[in-house]
């Protein structure tokens, strides 16, 4: 059951993924990130869209098809990337070609990736940028899940080409955070220090899960 409270995700933003997940160009995209993650463990807000696929695309004719149907902005345009807003709500379609560790899962017309990728794309998000405040709950709240261990397996699993030591030491290391980029909200009062204790407690005793 996908977690649907207007405090975790706005109705209009849930009504959108179901929308753009309803068109036949965008058959090989799934929602990826925080808020693939909300939906399906509830554990704070999260405004945004980012849709992944495996499978290249044209951002030119993605612009027309979208404009079609949608109030579009477009604010950045590349290679197999478009950074859009569409009807005021931030929608990312990127193309990341990575092997899926579980196939994608599909509930209420949303196609979503499992547990195991995310928590494998947060880990290297860490890695490129250890800004994101929100990156570190959403790892905070995925050691509920599973243990470090298991997250670095499934983060070698997905990129095999990249140094999981990297990773590990990327996300047990929290001097670069700041928590005014882009802060969600969350049901429950969670401290900084607090997500620092649990996230250097898994990297210590990497086979540990904890509770909820």
């Known amino acids: ?72 902005e477009v604010t950045f345009e590349a290679t197999n990337t478009l950074l859009t807003f569409i009807e005021h709500i931030k929608v990312d379609f990127i193309t990341h070609n990575y092997p899926l560790i579980n196939p994608p899962k599909e509930e209420e017309g949303i196609r979503f990736l499992s547990l195991p990728d ?7 998000a860490i890695s490129n940028s250890g800004k994101r405040l929100k990156d570190f709950i959403d790892i905070y709240f995925l050691l509920e899940h599973f243990s470090m261990s298991e997250m670095i397996e499934f983060y070698t699993i997905k990129y095999p080409n990249f140094n ?29 220090e607090k997500i620092k204790k649990r996230i250097s407690q898994s990297v210590l005793h990497s086979k540990r899960r904890f509770d909820f």
């Open 164 to 192: 999981p030591l990297i990773a590990l030491r990327a996300v047990s290391y929290f001097d670069d955070i700041d928590p005014s980029v882009d802060p969600p909200k969350l049901p429950v009062k969670l401290s900084l």
């Open 1 to 72: 059951m996908l977690h649907k409270d207007p405090f975790l995700i706005k109705p209009e933003t849930f009504d959108l993924i179901q929308r753009l997940q309803s068109l036949d160009f965008l058959v090989d995209f799934y929602l990826v990130g925080g808020t693939a993650l909300a939906l399906q463990i509830g554990h704070r807000n999260s405004i945004d869209i980012d849709l992944f696929s495996r499978e290249t695309f044209n951002s030119n004719q993605f612009i027309g098809q979208l404009q079609a149907k949608f109030t579009l």
């Open 118 to 124: 995310i928590a494998a794309m947060k880990l290297n």
